[in-house]
Each structure stands twice: as C-alpha cells, then as structure tokens.
C-alpha cells in the first residue's frame, strides 16, 4: 500500500514560517510521549490557539519541525507545517480578523 508512495522531502524547499513569526493551530496537538513532564495523551495545543515561531529544525531529514511558543500555555511545543497557519502572511486562507471554523 504506502510502501510504494514516495513522501515530499519538505525540507528540499524553504520554511513555510520563520522565526518570530505569529502563528495560530489548526489541529489539536496531544503528547505522544515525546514531550517531558506532561501524561501521554494530555492535549498540549488546542486548534485556534495562537503562538510564535521561536525555531525551526528539522526530523528525519525530511520534516521541518517548529518550535512554537504558546504564550497562554508558557510552553514550547514543536509543531509540523501541517499543523500551523500564519498570522501574518496574506497568502495564507486565515488572517487575524478570520477564526478559521472556530
């Protein structure tokens, strides 16, 4: 099935978003167990909740990884590209005034 899929190396082009950056959740984001101090499973980021961009790196040689830092929270969480939209950037489909389904 996926065996034969080849998956978009995103880190081939440049970051969608940059450090310092505001930006806004799409998704809800739960521990998966990579992130200390918190249960497996608690929610670490709520969809809508808003951030900034404070690095970027990278996993697996493929992904780029955001470090964001929920202001709300007092935390950091690394995010994927998928999982963001900028706050700041017109040709992104939400903007500040839009809550995005929410």
Known sequence: ???????????????????????????????????????????LVRKGDEGYVRDIGTFLQQFYIYAVEWLDRGTVVGMRTHELISLEKSGDPCSAEITCGH
């Open 1 to 43: 099935m996926g065996l034969g899929r080849e998956q978009e190396v995103e880190i081939r082009k440049p970051p969608r978003f940059m450090p310092g950056e505001r930006v806004r959740a799409t998704r809800h984001v739960k521990n998966d167990g990579t992130y200390p101090g918190s249960e497996i499973g608690a929610n």
